[in-house]
C-alpha cells in the first residue's frame, strides 16, 4: 500500500501544505462543477471559475506559463457560460435550452480546434516544451477541451463527447506532469461525464 501511494504521490514531497491544499481545492471545486454540469445547473459557473482561479495561481507558482496561458481560457469560458446560460431569450423568458450541434456548429468547433492546436503549439515552442514525448497528445487533449468548454457553454449535447476525449487523455498526462491530485480529476470527470451526457441525452424531444 505504501508503495502504491508513493507511485502516486512521491512528486509532492517538494510542494508546499499550501499548493498541496490548494490543488485539493481545485480538484473539488472542479468535481462540483461538473456535477452541476451533469443536472444542467448553472451553479456549475461559479465552480468552475474558482477552480479555474486556482489553477492560475497555482500554474503561476510552479512557473507552468504555458498551462497558466490555457487555463485563462478556461477562466473566461467560465464567464462566457455564465452569461448565456443566465440569459433569457425571446418572448418566452426562457433560458438556453439543451440542443445537438448544428453543421454550423461543427464548423465553428473544427475552427477552435485548430486555432487551439496553433495557439498551443507556439506556447509549447516559445517555453521549449516539445522536448517531451507527450506534448502532442497534450495538444490534441487542450484541443478537444477548448471545444467541450466552448460547447458547453452553448448548452450542445456533444460537448459531453469532447470532454470525455480530453478527459480521457488527460488522466496520464497530468499524471506525468506531476499533479496527482489533478489527474485523480479527471478520472472522476471521466465517469461523470458520461452521466451527463445520457442524462443531457434524456432531455431532448425524441426527433432529436
Do not use: C
Amino acid at each position: 500500500m505504501h508503495d502504491v501511494f508513493n507511485f502516486l504521490f512521491r512528486q509532492y514531497k517538494d510542494y508546499t501544505f499550501a499548493q498541496v491544499l490548494l490543488e485539493s481545492i481545485g480538484v473539488i471545486t472542479g468535481i462540483i462543477s461538473v456535477w452541476y454540469s451533469k443536472n444542467n445547473n448553472i451553479l456549475l459557473y461559479p465552480a468552475a471559475i474558482i477552480s479555474s482561479l486556482i489553477y492560475i495561481w497555482l500554474l503561476y507558482d510552479w512557473q507552468l506559463y504555458g498551462d497558466l496561458i490555457i487555463t485563462v481560457y478556461y477562466f473566461y469560458m467560465g464567464i462566457y457560460g455564465w452569461v448565456l446560460w443566465g440569459k433569457r431569450y425571446g418572448n418566452s423568458n426562457e433560458t438556453l435550452k439543451i440542443t445537438k450541434n448544428s453543421y454550423k456548429d461543427y464548423l465553428k468547433s473544427l475552427f477552435i480546434f485548430i486555432i487551439s492546436i496553433i495557439f498551443v503549439s507556439v506556447i509549447y515552442i516559445v517555453y521549449n516544451k516539445f522536448d517531451r514525448w507527450w506534448a502532442y497528445a497534450d495538444i490534441v487533449m487542450t484541443g478537444l477541451l477548448f471545444v467541450g468548454t466552448w460547447q458547453l457553454a452553448k448548452r450542445k449535447l456533444e460537448n459531453w463527447l469532447f470532454l470525455i476525449a480530453g478527459d480521457i487523455i488527460a488522466i496520464p498526462l497530468f499524471y506525468l506532469k506531476g499533479y496527482t491530485l489533478t489527474s485523480i480529476l479527471n478520472l472522476f470527470l471521466t465517469v461523470i461525464a458520461i452521466y451527463g451526457y445520457l442524462a443531457w441525452k434524456k432531455t431532448l424531444p425524441a426527433k432529436e
